[in-house]
């Protein structure tokens, strides 16, 4: 089963990327879909069948959507920072972690 959930994941990601190389838009239209977390929720029931967790899990995701966001901030002013690729990656991480830190202790 494992890899079952592996092959299926990998397919998506990768379809998502080769989407992406002959347009952005769908390509992205695609990521922008919660896949993952679909697939996490679909995996984490099928292993566990409690529905409990899977909500918890699901609230969990729902409070770090908003501050995941803040990763492509540095991308969208890019053309007027002229930072790098590498660069806006680590800058948009680490918007991204903080800002999911000060989510975790806020809603605990």
Request: hydrophobic share 60%; proline share 5%; net charge positive.
């Amino acid at each position: 089963m494992f890899f079952l959930k592996l092959f299926l994941s990998v397919a998506i990601l990768l379809g998502a990327a080769e989407t992406a190389k002959r347009s952005p838009f769908f390509g992205a239209l695609i990521i922008a879909l919660p896949i993952t977390s679909m697939l996490s929720m679909v995996w984490l029931y099928w292993d566990t069948q409690d529905s409990a967790r899977v909500s918890e899990f699901a609230r969990d995701i729902f409070y770090l959507v908003p501050p995941s966001l803040l990763f492509f901030v540095p991308f969208v002013f890019s053309s007027r920072t002229h930072l790098s690729f590498w660069q806006n990656f680590i800058i948009g991480t680490l918007f991204m972690v903080v800002a999911m830190l000060l989510i975790k202790f806020l809603i605990k």
